[in-house]
């Protein structure tokens, strides 16, 4: 399973993004879909999560300012980014569990917000 993230880039604090994550398998050997984040120096962090029941879960961080959302027919997840804060810079990671526990990531993709 493949997946390929896109969306990233420079935008000013105050701004919003989509990220997009297209997999290579079907949405319904899809179990769990997450976005990640890696700050400079920190560990990689989970930004959102949903399931395949659209379940979701937020960073406390991003709560009420990210979306997460998928598309079953494209087998890809998004995360809206609205409201973005200059410590929302960061890479960041698609990541996919399938319904065999398998589980595979993206490349990652920039966000940049100025302040």
């Known amino acids: 399973v493949q997946l390929q993230a896109s969306g990233g880039g420079l935008v000013q604090a105050g701004g919003s993004l989509r990220l997009s994550c297209v997999t290579s398998t079907s949405a319904a050997s899809l179990l769990v879909m997450s976005w990640f984040r890696q700050l400079p120096g920190k560990q990689r962090e989970r930004v959102a999560r949903i399931t395949s029941r659209n379940t979701v879960i937020y960073a406390d961080s991003v709560k009420g300012r990210f979306t997460i959302s998928r598309d079953n027919v494209k087998s890809a997840v998004y995360l809206h980014m609205n409201s973005l804060k200059p410590e929302d810079t960061a890479v960041y990671y698609c990541?996919?569990?399938?319904?065999?526990?398998?589980?595979?990531w993206g490349q990652g993709t920039l966000v940049t917000v100025s302040s």
């Open positions: 990541y996919a569990q399938t319904i065999q526990l398998n589980e595979y």
